[in-house]
C-alpha cells in the first residue's frame, strides 16, 4: 500500500478538475429565476383558488389549492436545497451541503403524499354528503390554475438529470394535470348536474400524484441511504475497472450520491505493476467521469504483497 496517500492525492485532483464538466454537474444558475417565478405565482394562485372554492364549495378546488400550497413549499425547500449546494466545504463538513438537494427530494415526495391523504380523507366525505357547487366560477379558476402550473412546468423540464429539480417539475406538472381535472369535474357537473362528481374527480387526481411521485420517492430514499444512483450501474463499473491496464483485482466498492446531480466513488484497485501511477490515475478519473458521469473518485491503489493484504477486501466487509 505504498501509494496509498499519493494516489488518494493526485486522483482527488484530477476527478474533481474533470468532474465539472461531467459529474460535478449543479443545477444551472436560471433555476434560480425559475423557482422564484414559479413560488410566487404559485402563492398567489393558492389563495384565489382557496378563497373560491370556499365561495363554490367545491372540493376538487381547495384539494387542488391545498395540493398548490405543498408545491409551494416543495419548491422552496427545492430553491434553499439549490442554493445551499453551492455553499464553500468546510473543515466538518468537506461536502458542503450539497445533501441538501436529497433531502429536498425527499421532503418534496413526502410533502405530496401527505396531501392525497387530506384529499382522500375528504374526498370519501364528501361521498356520504355531496354538496352542490358553483360550476362558473370552478372552470375559470381552475383554468388559471393549467396555464400557471403548464408554464412553471416547463421552466424545470431541462433539468431531469437533477432529482432535485425533478421534484419540482413533477409538482408543476402534477398540479397542471390536477387542475385540468378540476376543469372537466366542474364541466361535467354543469352538464348533469350529478354533485358526486367533484369527490370523484378528487380521488383521481390523488391516483395521478401518486403515480407520479412514487418513482420521485424511491430514488430520493435510495440517496437519501447511500445507493448508488439509479442510471449507474455498479457492476458495469466494477467489470470496467477491473478491465484497466495492470489492474488485477477490484474491492472494496462504494458508489454514492454527494447530490442529486453529484456522484462520488471509492475503490481499492490491486495492481502489482504500478510504476505509471499518475497516469493511471488520470485515465481512470477520466474514464469514470466519462463513461458513468462520476465526477468524484478516490481510488487506493494496492500491489497485492501477501504480507499486507486488505482487511477490507472480502465482500461481507464493509
Not at 374526498?123 to 358553483?134: K, L, W
Not at 348533469?192 to 367533484?198: M, R
Not at 430520493?220 to 475497472?241: C, M, N, T
Not at 454514492?256 to 490515475?281: C, G, I, K
Request: aromatic share 6%.
Amino acid at each position: 500500500m505504498a501509494n496509498d496517500a499519493s494516489s488518494h492525492d493526485h486522483d482527488h485532483d484530477h476527478g474533481h478538475d474533470h468532474g465539472h464538466g461531467h459529474g460535478h454537474h449543479h443545477a444551472p444558475a436560471d433555476f434560480g429565476r425559475a423557482f422564484a417565478i414559479g413560488a410566487g405565482l404559485n402563492i398567489a394562485f393558492v389563495a384565489v383558488e382557496a378563497t373560491a372554492g370556499f365561495i363554490t364549495g367545491s372540493l376538487a378546488l381547495l384539494a387542488d389549492a391545498g395540493h398548490n400550497l405543498s408545491d409551494v413549499l416543495g419548491l422552496l425547500m427545492a430553491w434553499a436545497a439549490v442554493v445551499m449546494a453551492r455553499l464553500a466545504p468546510t473543515a466538518r463538513r468537506s461536502y458542503g451541503l450539497r445533501k441538501g438537494t436529497i433531502l429536498a427530494s425527499l421532503a418534496n415526495a413526502s410533502l405530496l403524499l401527505v396531501a392525497v391523504g387530506a384529499i382522500v380523507w375528504e374526498a370519501v366525505r364528501r361521498f356520504g354528503a355531496p354538496e352542490p357547487v358553483a360550476t362558473g366560477p370552478m372552470i375559470w379558476v381552475a383554468g388559471i390554475g393549467v396555464v400557471i402550473n403548464t408554464a412553471t412546468a416547463l421552466m424545470f423540464m431541462r433539468g431531469h438529470h437533477d432529482l432535485n429539480v425533478r421534484g419540482a417539475f413533477l409538482h408543476m406538472a402534477a398540479d397542471a394535470a390536477v387542475s385540468l381535472g378540476v376543469v372537466v369535474a366542474a364541466i361535467a357537473i354543469w352538464m348533469t348536474g350529478w354533485s358526486w362528481i367533484d369527490p370523484a374527480i378528487s380521488l383521481v387526481i390523488a391516483v395521478v400524484i401518486v403515480a407520479g411521485t412514487w418513482g420521485l420517492l424511491r430514488d430520493s430514499l435510495d440517496l437519501a441511504l447511500d445507493a448508488a444512483p439509479r442510471g449507474v450501474d455498479p457492476a458495469a463499473v466494477r467489470d470496467w475497472l477491473a478491465a484497466r491496464p495492470g489492474v488485477t483485482e477490484v474491492h472494496d466498492l462504494h458508489i454514492w450520491a454527494m447530490s442529486t446531480t453529484e456522484t462520488a466513488l471509492t475503490v481499492h484497485l490491486t495492481r502489482p505493476q504500478n510504476a505509471d501511477a499518475d497516469q493511471f490515475l488520470h485515465d481512470v478519473a477520466h474514464g469514470l467521469a466519462d463513461q458513468f458521469r462520476i465526477g468524484h473518485p478516490t481510488l487506493q491503489i494496492e500491489t497485492g504483497d501477501s504480507g499486507h493484504a486488505c482487511h477490507l477486501a472480502p465482500a461481507n466487509v464493509v
